[in-house]
Structures are given as C-alpha cells and as structure tokens.
C-alpha cells in the first residue's frame, strides 16, 4: 500500500512541474507565478492534513512493553539475570538463548515480573541469588 501511494505522489507532482512548466512556456511570466502560487498553497495544506493523520493515526503494529512501579518487564528473553531487591548473580555468565518473536503486548503490574519470551537461570524475587 505504501509503494502505491508513492507512485501515485510521484505521477502528481511529475504531472503538476510538467503543467507549470507548460504554463512558463505556453503564458506570460506573471501567469505562471500566479499558478505556481496557487500550487504550492495547495501542497502545503495537503502536507499539514497528511501530517495531522499520521500524528493522530494507528499506532505501528509490533509489541508494547510496560512496567507499573516497581516492576520488571522484558520485550525478549531474561536469561542469567537477578530480578527484585536485594538479589545478585553469584555463578558464571549463562549464554543467552535466542529469543522467539511474539507480538504479544508484555505488561508488568506493580511490582511485578514479566517477559515476552522465555526466563532461563535466572533469580527472582527479593533476596534471590542464582
């Protein structure tokens, strides 16, 4: 859909510099600053009114990550981590592992845990070690 409406933008502006261009050799100087006027008054209010829709439009598809207060929230995978107070990684450092791409939005209440793929060898919670 967006290629489309990038051809359709090029064949418009293509065919209005070629109009324009048609009125300098066709009428006077004084014509075609008049139309040129005209043109680019046009333009820009299409600009503001496609820039207004996109401000206001959907959101781009994908995933939201949010956390309420005091709480851990992870678009991918936690791997070889310690989450919540007072916790700490005592062991080596755990490979991470590939992460899976869901298009689930992740959320985290307050003080909460949450991950959009997989927790592995990690401590969680206050106090925890791994």
Request: glycine share 16%.
């Amino acid at each position: 859909m967006t290629r489309t409406w990038a051809w359709v933008t090029a064949v418009v502006a293509g065919a209005g510099a070629l109009g324009l261009a048609l009125v300098v050799l066709l009428a006077d100087l004084d014509t075609a600053g008049q139309a040129a006027s005209v043109v680019g008054a046009v333009v820009a209010l299409a600009a503001l009114v496609v820039s207004v829709l996109a401000l206001g439009g959907t959101p781009a598809p994908g995933r939201r990550v949010r956390a309420g207060r005091g709480a851990v929230a992870a678009g991918g995978n936690i791997t070889g981590s310690a989450l919540g107070n007072h916790s700490k990684v005592t062991g080596p450092r755990t490979a991470p592992t590939t992460a899976r791409r869901a298009h689930d939005d992740v959320h985290a209440a307050r003080d909460g845990i949450a991950a959009g793929g997989d927790i592995t060898d990690s401590a969680l919670g206050e106090g925890s070690e791994r």
